[in-house]
């Protein structure tokens, strides 16, 4: 125990053991970065890490007691406060468990497949931006932070000429889209895209070859294949370690059976091997949008599923057709009911499996949903993974497993 | 937190149901239609009682005793290639059947085959670890502990994982309200004016989907908003302008040309 006096004041992070080097040091719940409301209670002998005990929780909202009392699609804006850097991902996995939970996978109109898959991989694009600008200024380049948040705020401005908001988009809906896309809207993707590879290449330029980048990442952070598949690693960690294993090319969903696209793998297990995958797969998602552009320009009009038992008719039928708004009303009222039974669907999020389990007992309520959240698992790993590393090294870390905590607590 | 009252289920209800309606079931094949499934069941079965099996929305579904979870989870980890535990947790069903629903989602990436073992404890009946099996389970069952309550044994760090360590009762428990303490709705009543004022002012309203008609201090018709503490009137007042009718204007000067980025790329 610490006997505070004038000459030494009482610390509250610290405790001081008289016998030895041992210290432990209680990093956040508010630390820059922690990446969120993370608390590491770090158990240091020197400048070495003995144990690592991570503590989550002070962003719980209880959205899996929320999904319980809220209709479905009443709780679809909600899964937009979980991974908010990448709020499409969450729309997209949980209408596609909805969507194979009533079995109207099938009816959902091919504009609005390809619309949900420029909007998934535009956010992946800002994602990965994110991730790299919030990493690297961690690692102390501040110049990368300014580079990336720029193109970030165009691809933001994309988003928000979609649906009007540029985080919580919401734009990915039980059954389809909501909208159309805006008429300049392929425009100015295009122009996005074909600057974005010079964009990749400058921070490769800054970061790659860069000598304290690389004293920073390489051989720090490093996972083995086993550690990453019995710790439920996911996503770009998981590919970290050798393991290809993506979402999008083995259990393909939406449009991704037709895209051509790599999936890249580094069998390193460090950070810097990370670092060097996100970057090709920023690449690789914009190599899938330039697929996109002339599937969305052959693809027939229709946005939103044509099952009026579990979704809306479109706003011309609802105006016209008295039996449709007496349906719309039914839907907006009491909710859908959907099939008796349950339902596991992951989808590839921007931070690994994302996945949602819904139990259904016939009720406009799910009985039971459960979020399966990349970070979560990724999380739980920092106990193992930071035990012999320095102090100086747990930022590098916590920011390359690219954890948001919004998911973590949900 | 104070212990509150006691429900059964507090989780939202439908307020109107067809009686004629009954919801259909999720469709379900038996599990000899796959060829790699059925594989993995007979392998399964050779060694644990497997209760019932089918596969629903492509994937296998498992029920097994929860003595053998275990056991099962090694053996499909390192006889039948489901080297990946993405999720478990647990479902209550205490109202109905008495018991928790506990599910494993299990993945194989060599085989590209998802599968769900399940199976079905009572109340207070504690369950195996698989944390020293699958890593990832560390933190599930930790979770699952601090949502519903149930004991994993062996377990390296028991611990609440996102609820504080001091709290009262387990949150995704049907029986857990939705309103939070239930003894804190009189708090300010009792002290401000006493206890005995709690018939005059009544509760705290905490549900906060509730709109009351007549409440013309936090809601009124549109166009018919009355002073502080007057009845609703039917005649439509003036007291809302808008922006449209001539009223109140936001902006006054704006000029649309010179605020706009036209081209920011």
Not at chain 1, 166 to 192: E, M, Q, Y
Not at chain 1, 218 to 246: H, I, K, N, Q
Not at chain 1, 248 to 267: A, H, N, T
Not at chain 1, 387 to 397: K, N, R
């Given at each position: 125990?610490?006997?505070?006096?004038?000459?030494?004041?009482?610390?509250?992070?610290?405790?001081?053991?008289?016998?030895?080097?041992?210290?432990?040091?209680?990093?956040?719940?508010?630390?820059?970065?922690?990446?969120?409301?993370?608390?590491?209670?770090?158990?240091?002998?020197?400048?070495?890490?003995?144990?690592?005990?991570?503590?989550?929780?002070?962003?719980?909202?209880?959205?899996?007691?929320?999904?319980?009392?809220?209709?479905?699609?009443?709780?679809?804006?909600?899964?937009?406060?979980?991974?908010?850097?990448?709020?499409?991902?969450?729309?997209?996995?949980?209408?596609?468990?909805?969507?194979?939970?009533?079995?109207?996978?099938?009816?959902?109109?091919?504009?609005?497949?390809?619309?949900?898959?420029m909007?998934?991989?535009l956010?992946?694009?800002?994602?990965?931006?994110?991730?790299?600008?919030?990493?690297?200024?961690?690692?102390?380049?501040?110049?990368?932070?300014?580079?990336?948040?720029?193109e970030?705020e165009f691809a933001m401005d994309l988003m928000e000429d979609y649906?009007?908001?540029?985080?919580?988009?919401?734009?990915?809906?039980?059954?389809?889209?909501?909208?159309?896309l805006p008429s300049d809207w392929i425009d100015n993707l295009h122009k996005f895209i074909t600057k974005m590879?010079?964009?990749?290449?400058?921070?490769?330029?800054?970061?790659?070859?860069?000598?304290?980048?690389?004293?920073?990442?390489?051989?720090?952070?490093?996972?083995?294949?086993?550690?990453?598949?019995?710790?439920?690693?996911?996503?770009?960690?998981?590919?970290?370690?050798?393991?290809?294993?993506?979402?999008?090319?083995?259990?393909?969903?939406?449009?991704?059976?037709?895209?051509?696209?790599?999936?890249?793998?580094?069998?390193?297990?460090?950070?810097?091997?990370?670092?060097?995958?996100?970057?090709?797969?920023?690449?690789?998602?914009?190599?899938?949008l330039?697929?996109?552009i002339?599937?969305y320009?052959?693809?027939?009009?229709?946005?939103?599923?044509?099952?009026?038992?579990?979704?809306?008719?479109?706003?011309?039928?609802?105006?016209?057709?008295?039996?449709?708004?007496?349906?719309?009303?039914?839907?907006?009222?009491?909710?859908?009911?959907?099939?008796?039974?349950?339902?596991?669907?992951?989808?590839?999020?921007?931070?690994?499996?994302?996945?949602?389990?819904?139990?259904?007992?016939?009720?406009?309520?799910?009985?039971?949903?459960?979020?399966?959240?990349?970070?979560?698992?990724?999380?739980?790993?920092?106990?193992?993974?930071?035990?012999?590393?320095?102090?100086?090294?747990?930022?590098?870390?916590?920011?390359?497993?690219?954890?948001?905590?919004?998911?973590?607590?949900? | 937190?104070?212990?509150?009252?006691?429900?059964?289920?507090?989780?939202?209800?439908?307020?109107?149901?067809?009686?004629?309606?009954?919801?259909?079931?999720?469709?379900?094949?038996?599990?000899?239609?796959?060829?790699?499934?059925?594989?993995?069941?007979?392998?399964?079965?050779?060694?644990?009682?497997?209760?019932?099996?089918?596969?629903?929305?492509?994937?296998?579904?498992?029920?097994?005793?929860?003595?053998?979870?275990?056991?099962?989870?090694?053996?499909?980890?390192?006889?039948?290639?489901?080297?990946?535990?993405?999720?478990?947790?647990?479902?209550?069903?205490?109202?109905?059947?008495?018991?928790?629903?506990?599910?494993?989602?299990?993945?194989?990436?060599?085989?590209?085959?998802?599968?769900?073992?399940?199976?079905?404890?009572?109340?207070?009946?504690?369950?195996?670890?698989?944390?020293?099996?699958?890593?990832?389970?560390?933190?599930?069952?930790?979770?699952?502990?601090?949502?519903?309550?149930?004991?994993?044994?062996?377990?390296?760090?028991?611990?609440?994982?996102?609820?504080?360590?001091?709290?009262?009762?387990?949150?995704?428990?049907?029986?857990?309200?939705?309103?939070?303490?239930?003894?804190?709705?009189?708090?300010?009543?009792?002290?401000?004016?006493?206890?005995?004022?709690?018939?005059?002012?009544?509760?705290?309203?905490?549900?906060?989907?509730?709109?009351?008609?007549?409440?013309?201090?936090?809601?009124?018709?549109?166009?018919?908003?009355?002073?502080?503490?007057?009845?609703?009137?039917?005649?439509?007042?003036?007291?809302?302008?808008?922006?449209?009718?001539?009223?109140?204007?936001?902006?006054?000067?704006?000029?649309?040309?010179?605020?706009?980025l036209k081209d920011r790329k």
């Amino acid at each position: 125990m610490q006997t505070p006096n004038r000459l030494k004041p009482f610390y509250e992070n610290l405790v001081f053991e008289k016998e030895g080097n041992q210290m432990i040091v209680n990093f956040g719940p508010q630390h820059p970065s922690a990446h969120g409301q993370l608390r590491l209670i770090l158990e240091l002998d020197g400048e070495q890490v003995v144990k690592a005990v991570p503590d989550v929780g002070y962003l719980h909202r209880g959205m899996e007691k929320m999904a319980e009392n809220m209709i479905y699609n009443e709780y679809l804006p909600t899964t937009d406060r979980m991974d908010y850097i990448a709020a499409a991902s969450n729309n997209y996995g949980f209408a596609l468990a909805v969507e194979r939970l009533l079995d109207i996978e099938g009816e959902v109109p091919r504009r609005a497949e390809v619309i949900r898959v420029m909007l998934l991989e535009l956010n992946r694009i800002i994602s990965h931006l994110f991730w790299l600008a919030t990493h690297a200024l961690d690692v102390g380049a501040m110049s990368v932070f300014l580079f990336c948040f720029r193109e970030r705020e165009f691809a933001m401005d994309l988003m928000e000429d979609y649906c009007g908001a540029r985080l919580t988009h919401s734009a990915i809906r039980i059954g389809g889209v909501p909208l159309d896309l805006p008429s300049d809207w392929i425009d100015n993707l295009h122009k996005f895209i074909t600057k974005m590879p010079e964009n990749i290449a400058d921070y490769e330029g800054l970061l790659t070859e860069n000598r304290i980048w690389k004293m920073r990442l390489e051989d720090v952070g490093t996972l083995s294949t086993e550690e990453a598949m019995s710790w439920g690693c996911s996503g770009p960690t998981l590919r970290g370690s050798g393991v290809a294993w993506d979402i999008r090319k083995e259990e393909p969903y939406g449009i991704y059976d037709e895209l051509d696209f790599k999936v890249p793998v580094s069998d390193k297990g460090d950070s810097y091997g990370r670092y060097k995958l996100y970057m090709e797969e920023m690449q690789q998602s914009v190599e899938i949008l330039h697929q996109t552009i002339p599937l969305y320009k052959k693809s027939p009009h229709g946005l939103m599923a044509k099952v009026p038992q579990y979704v809306s008719a479109t706003k011309e039928e609802l105006m016209t057709d008295n039996f449709a708004l007496m349906q719309h009303f039914v839907l907006v009222t009491q909710g859908m009911r959907p099939p008796v039974g349950e339902v596991y669907v992951a989808t590839e999020s921007p931070k690994g499996e994302l996945g949602f389990y819904i139990n259904s007992q016939g009720d406009p309520y799910p009985y039971r949903l459960k979020v399966r959240a990349p970070s979560f698992f990724h999380t739980a790993l920092l106990q193992e993974i930071l035990v012999g590393t320095y102090l100086a090294d747990v930022v590098t870390i916590i920011g390359n497993l690219n954890i948001v905590f919004g998911e973590i607590d949900r | 937190m104070r212990e509150y009252q006691n429900r059964k289920n507090a989780q939202a209800k439908a307020y109107y149901s067809d009686r004629f309606y009954s919801a259909p079931p999720v469709p379900t094949t038996d599990v000899a239609t796959d060829e790699v499934f059925a594989a993995d069941l007979k392998s399964l079965e050779s060694k644990f009682k497997i209760a019932k099996s089918y596969i629903q929305a492509g994937q296998m579904v498992l029920f097994i005793n929860p003595e053998d979870i275990k056991a099962v989870m090694i053996h499909l980890k390192e006889e039948l290639a489901y080297n990946f535990m993405s999720e478990m947790s647990a479902i209550d069903f205490l109202e109905k059947a008495g018991e928790f629903e506990l599910f494993y989602q299990m993945l194989s990436m060599t085989k590209k085959k998802r599968l769900r073992v399940k199976f079905s404890i009572k109340e207070d009946q504690a369950v195996e670890t698989i944390s020293d099996v699958f890593s990832s389970a560390n933190w599930a069952e930790r979770e699952m502990f601090d949502m519903f309550g149930i004991i994993v044994n062996n377990h390296p760090y028991l611990k609440r994982l996102i609820m504080p360590e001091d709290w009262n009762s387990y949150p995704l428990l049907k029986t857990y309200p939705l309103i939070g303490d239930e003894a804190g709705q009189w708090y300010e009543i009792d002290t401000i004016f006493g206890k005995e004022h709690r018939a005059v002012v009544g509760p705290e309203i905490r549900d906060t989907k509730r709109v009351d008609a007549k409440d013309t201090t936090q809601f009124a018709r549109v166009r018919h908003e009355v002073p502080y503490g007057e009845a609703p009137s039917s005649k439509p007042t003036n007291y809302a302008q808008f922006q449209e009718d001539g009223g109140v204007p936001l902006i006054t000067k704006f000029n649309g040309e010179q605020k706009t980025l036209k081209d920011r790329k």
